[in-house]
């Protein structure tokens, strides 16, 4: 570290090598982290606050002053762009998310002695978490991987979101193989796990709603228009990829959230369901939430609007794709784990051709040629999608297993505890930044999905059948 006066240090930030990047951290406040030795009460960590004052040089060095004047001498010194209160923040955020889904968990299985045991799904439930919370991370570590252009010795990231499309539908697709190898293979999987991730195989349906029930399907050209679905999800997934190239993982997982209140104005457009005065409140706060959000990165960086843009029309789209599900399989007799196989394929034809075309037409800075050369020939890009299609497939799996014991209230706060997660992670590693103003559209969002869904016990329904929750 370069010192030249007492209380001011040049600092680079971990992933910036431009003064354009470094800009971006402008105000933002940092930690002198230090070790003091030779102390009457011996070795303690000791912290100096400082600010973000101004960008040095072209390779991304920013100028930081400090509140006090920095030791000269310490020992295994170092400078830690973020807040520390801001993890402290997360993590009561996280344990008292955790502890009440506990508690719901405990209350729910004392009504449903027929479902999983609590370790059992406390064992899934973690893992839909991690893998959940996988999913966005890995997602950005690709978007921030430097590549070098060996014809004029430039360098650029791999801004790639159709291939990533693409490796999210294999896990999709492994997740598809998966579900009918243990449905063929009963004594792979526990009863009740059997039952949670294909519904159809039991006996009882007083549980799902009348979509839900099983009916003999058998295949039709009419199932083809469940390609109209898997455009919806083909042309969702890659527009949030493309968003989350402009913005940062925390606003790509509350946009996310966000698809509650889309899905419930669109049901009630296109497929005439009723919603009682509670939920329409929760429906504004969504929006209202949601707009907040948009507002905050507009707010932080003017030119970075196109992000949060992406994810919006991504979420209309997801929203288009759920109802067009359920009308369909209401249509056409279809249970939800059969459509899931029809989308599927429908799924990779779509999107081989979407590949074909790109190919061909594509010669921008999304270039699929170039992408596939540069996802090929960096072993760090292609066994980074591997693992992408691992969280994926495990996600979706475990999520469908767990669904049926912890319900949708349950999904909302482990939908909750996973963008508290990524976006402490995405801060530790310097993808993203904390922000109150998206610190409070989150807990608006958060307070309307949770009244929504039926988290909070004080909020009931009075219409049956029309008032189930739409998503988790």
Request: hydrophobic share 50%; net charge positive.
């Amino acid at each position: 570290m370069r010192t030249q006066n007492p209380n001011v240090s040049l600092i680079q930030v971990e992933g910036v090598q431009t003064t354009k990047d470094a800009q971006f951290y402008l105000g933002k406040r940092v930690a002198y982290v230090y070790r003091a030795q030779r102390e009457i009460n011996g070795s303690k960590i000791r912290v100096i606050w400082g600010r973000i004052a101004r960008t040095h040089g072209t390779n991304g060095v920013v100028k930081a002053r400090f509140r006090k004047n920095l030791p000269p001498k310490v020992f295994g010194a170092s400078v830690r762009v973020g807040l520390l209160y801001i993890y402290l923040f997360f993590s009561f955020s996280f344990l008292f998310f955790f502890f009440s889904f506990l508690q719901f968990l405990q209350k729910k299985n004392k009504k449903n002695s027929n479902k999983m045991s609590t370790v059992y799904t406390v064992f899934l439930t973690i893992g839909l978490l991690i893998s959940g919370v996988c999913i966005p991370l890995i997602l950005t570590f690709q978007d921030n991987q430097t590549i070098r252009n060996e014809q004029d010795d430039s360098f650029y990231k791999f801004s790639q979101p159709l291939l990533q499309t693409a490796m999210i539908f294999l896990g999709e697709i492994i997740c598809i193989a998966v579900i009918h190898l243990v449905t063929k293979t009963p004594s792979l999987l526990d009863r009740s796990m059997l039952e949670a991730v294909q519904p159809h195989t039991t006996n009882s349906y007083n549980d799902y709603n009348d979509w839900v029930r099983p009916h003999t399907a058998t295949w039709s050209w009419s199932a083809a228009w469940f390609i109209l679905p898997s455009a919806c999800d083909l042309i969702a997934t890659t527009l949030l990829n493309l968003g989350l190239i402009y913005t940062t993982p925390s606003v790509y997982q509350m946009m996310k959230s966000s698809i509650v209140g889309f899905s419930a104005i669109l049901s009630c457009l296109f497929l005439s369901r009723k919603f009682i005065r509670k939920e329409w409140v929760s429906i504004f706060a969504i929006l209202l939430g949601t707009t907040t959000i948009f507002w905050s990165v507009i707010y932080k960086d003017k030119a970075n609007y196109l992000g949060p843009i992406f994810l919006l029309v991504a979420q209309l789209f997801v929203a288009a794709q759920f109802i067009l599900e359920e009308y369909l399989m209401d249509r056409f007799s279809l249970d939800p784990v059969r459509a899931m196989g029809i989308e599927g394929v429908f799924g990779i034809i779509l999107l081989g051709g979407a590949l074909v075309i790109t190919a061909l037409f594509g010669q921008n800075e999304f270039d699929i040629s170039r992408g596939f050369q540069d996802l090929f020939n960096s072993y760090i890009l292609w066994q980074s999608a591997l693992v992408l299609a691992f969280m994926v497939a495990v996600f979706n799996f475990f999520g469908l297993a767990v669904s049926s014991s912890i319900g949708v209230p349950g999904r909302s706060m482990i939908d909750s505890l996973r963008t508290i997660l990524t976006w402490v992670i995405a801060i530790h590693y310097g993808w993203d930044t904390f922000s109150w103003l998206e610190l409070i559209g989150f807990s608006v969002l958060v307070f309307g999905v949770f009244i929504f869904n039926g988290v909070f016990t004080c909020v009931k329904t009075s219409i049956i059948g029309e008032s189930t929750p739409l998503l988790s």
